[in-house]
């Protein structure tokens, strides 16, 4: 059973930075390409950015290119997403998900998701 869990999340000012966390369980972290989503109220969910299997390459929406970096660490079974420079506009659930085909951008190409964690961003 595939598990995903995110961490990290909370309130912090414009400006500021918070790092997030998703630990997997499950299945070969290693074979899975990741990604984060994020979903504000009465929004859709969104991509945020996304990392393939092996690290190599990274992808980002226009809105976070520059700010937040995405990385994973293999060993440890676990995605991160450091967020810099966040803006009152970030606010929201940020989801990670696991996923092996299709494009990273697509919320269909993920199969398995976490519970999300709540990044409140204030002004």
């Known amino acids: 059973q595939v598990q995903l869990v995110e961490s990290g999340g909370g309130l912090v000012q414009a400006g500021g930075s918070l790092r997030l966390s998703c630990a997997a369980s499950?299945?070969?972290?290693?074979?899975?390409?990741m990604g984060w989503f994020r979903q504000a109220p009465g929004k859709e969910r969104e991509f945020v950015a996304a990392i393939s299997w092996s690290g190599e390459s990274a992808y980002y929406a226009d809105s976070v290119k520059g700010r937040f970096t995405i990385s994973r660490d293999n060993a440890k079974n676990t995605l991160y997403l450091q967020m810099n420079s966040l803006k009152p506009e970030d606010t929201a659930v940020y989801y990670c998900?696991?996923?092996?085909?299709?494009?990273?951008?697509?919320?269909?190409?993920?199969?398995?998701w976490g519970q999300g964690t709540q990044v409140t961003v204030s002004s």
């Open positions: 998900g696991q996923g092996d085909s299709g494009s990273y951008y697509y919320i269909g190409s993920y199969d398995y």
């Open positions: 499950g299945r070969t972290f290693s074979s899975y390409a």
